[in-house]
């Protein structure tokens, strides 16, 4: 049986000048996650916005807020992340020395944990831990920076994840568009990030393409 589709806009996309009704309007238009994407300058160039930014928009929603952690040894914002609100949190198994440490220091606030692959790390990476993780993500693009090219070799990664665990939840960040999506999906993925194509246009149709 095949997994629910699940569409998760990414903030960084969206206008800061109007972030509320951003949030509302894709919320009212079927999205059921929001991907929030955290940057620190260091495992990634940019920087973003961080707890209190989360916390102020966390009243305003009911969307999953599915915190993505772009930083140099996460364990330093987990608990700021969970205070403010996060339902799932994903680090990078890349960014942090300890990584079933980080793993449970989340599970240890009760929310669910997710773990991000960039492109060139191998699924070997987290085959002993999988057992303790709900979502892996698996960047198809190198992280940091919107509107980069979809990685078409990242497919192969999706396929394989899939056919060792039929049941993780398989998170795709970067480049995902109404073409990319069928290929993603096709090869097992079931939540799909999306920001540049998302946020241009008309929120209600992307939304139900992507899906």
Do not use: C, W
Request: glycine content about 8%; charged content about 25%.
């Amino acid at each position: 049986m095949s997994k629910k589709i699940i569409v998760a806009p990414s903030l960084l996309a969206a206008d800061f000048s109007k972030l509320r009704e951003e949030i509302q309007e894709v919320e009212s238009h079927g999205a059921e996650y929001l991907h929030l994407d955290v940057m620190d300058g260091n495992f990634v160039p940019n920087i973003s916005f961080g707890a209190p930014v989360i916390s102020s928009i966390r009243k305003h929603s009911n969307l999953v807020f599915d915190v993505h952690l772009m930083v140099e040894n996460p364990d330093r914002f987990i608990k700021d992340i969970a205070d403010a609100g996060a339902d799932v949190i994903t680090v990078h198994a890349e960014a942090t020395k300890h990584l079933n440490r980080t793993i449970q220091l989340i599970k240890s606030y009760g929310k669910k944990v997710g773990v991000a692959l960039n492109p060139s790390t191998p699924l070997d990476f987290i085959k002993y831990d999988l057992k303790d993780i709900d979502m892996v993500l698996i960047m198809t693009v190198n992280p940091g920076f919107g509107g980069q090219a979809f990685i078409e070799g990242m497919l192969q990664k999706i396929k394989d994840l899939r056919s060792i665990d039929p049941n993780i939840d398989i998170q795709v960040d970067g480049g995902i568009n109404d073409k990319t999506s069928k290929l993603v999906k096709e090869a097992g993925a079931n939540i799909l990030v999306a920001g540049s194509y998302l946020f241009k246009g008309d929120y209600k149709q992307k939304i139900e393409s992507l899906r």
